[in-house]
């Protein structure tokens, strides 16, 4: 049996790739969490799941965490700023066989993003690797950008009329799963960009929450100066509003993303679109 760690195993991803690989009856999931009786509570879904205390800013938990693992799902959450080198060594050293990257899409044009860094030591380090680079989280919306709907019944982001591609995060456990799992070569040291089929403005995406929720949801597209404003009275930190802005605000100024097959080749389906995303989530967007 395949003995796979997934990392961030509470977050939005994780539990999406824990949930996928715990269908698979070929392989062990060692849940990486950083406090294991909330681990308990928030996998409480997953019997037989494994729970294994995982801190990404504690080294000392890495040894026994990556002992006997067969592969790993490693992500890099927005509060790390380390690229993984000694992370990435200690896998090697532990005899992991596969180490599949939540990176993010474009990384391997962009080497201001962390992720490219992190891209290249796993590239540059002679173990096998999978890349994933998904486009934007259409579960933004039941997370960063759920207050505003919620309260506000809107969108209010300096996105102007930029096309965004979208990914749903159940179609990166799916997709994950497959490829950590995977008893065949296939997957190692190959890069797949996880998208949606369909490019669309946050208005297009207004009006598909309008649809499917049955209420008004209005787009607003403020200034940058007047995000920031906004949002740091509503007390989110200085480092948080700067990335939203760079995440919503340069899209004006560069081609939209390109669209991939990946997920339909990997999983033999379709990837979930945003009237999907909607519809199987409009209870929590409704804020029932």
């Known amino acids: 049996m395949k003995r796979i760690l997934v990392t961030g ?3 939005n991803v994780g539990l999406e790739v824990v949930r996928a690989l715990h269908e698979r009856p070929d392989v062990l999931v060692l849940a990486g969490v950083r406090d294991v009786q909330r681990g308990a509570e928030a996998l409480g879904a997953y019997p037989g799941v494994r729970l294994v205390p995982f801190d990404f800013a504690d080294a000392a938990t890495h040894d026994a965490a990556l002992a006997n693992c067969d592969s790993l799902f490693l992500l ?3 509060q790390v700023t380390d690229a993984f080198g000694g992370l990435i060594a200690k896998a090697r050293q532990a005899g992991v066989g596969h180490i ?12 201001f993003l962390p992720h490219h860094k992190t891209e290249q030591l796993l590239i ?22 759920r207050a505003d709907l919620m309260e506000q019944h809107r969108i209010f982001l300096p996105a102007g009329k930029a096309r965004f591609v979208l990914i749903d995060v159940r179609d990166i456990g ?3 799963a497959i490829v950590l799992a995977d008893p065949i070569t ?23 929450l309008t649809a499917g929720l049955g ?30 802005l760079l995440l919503h605000y340069l899209p004006r100024f560069t081609a939209t993303p390109p669209i991939s097959d990946a997920v339909s080749r990997i999983t033999g389906r379709p990837p979930r679109e945003f009237a999907d995303f909607v519809a199987d989530n409009r209870a929590q967007l409704l804020g029932k």
């Open 9 to 11: 195993a509470t977050g």
């Open 76 to 78: 890099r959450p927005p």
């Open 100 to 111: 599949v990257f939540l990176s993010v899409q474009g990384a391997e044009n962009n080497r």
């Open 124 to 145: 540059a380090g002679g173990m096998p690797y999978t890349l994933l680079r998904p486009a934007y989280f259409m579960q933004n919306f039941t997370s960063t950008l």
């Open 174 to 176: 799916d997709v994950a």
């Open 186 to 208: 296939r997957h190692h040291n190959q890069a797949y960009t996880l998208t949606a089929q369909n490019r669309l403005t946050f208005q297009q995406m207004a009006d598909q």
């Open 215 to 244: 209420r008004p949801i209005a787009y607003e597209s403020p200034s940058p100066w007047r995000f920031y404003r906004t949002k740091r009275r509503e007390g989110l930190s200085r480092g948080f509003v700067l990335i939203m």
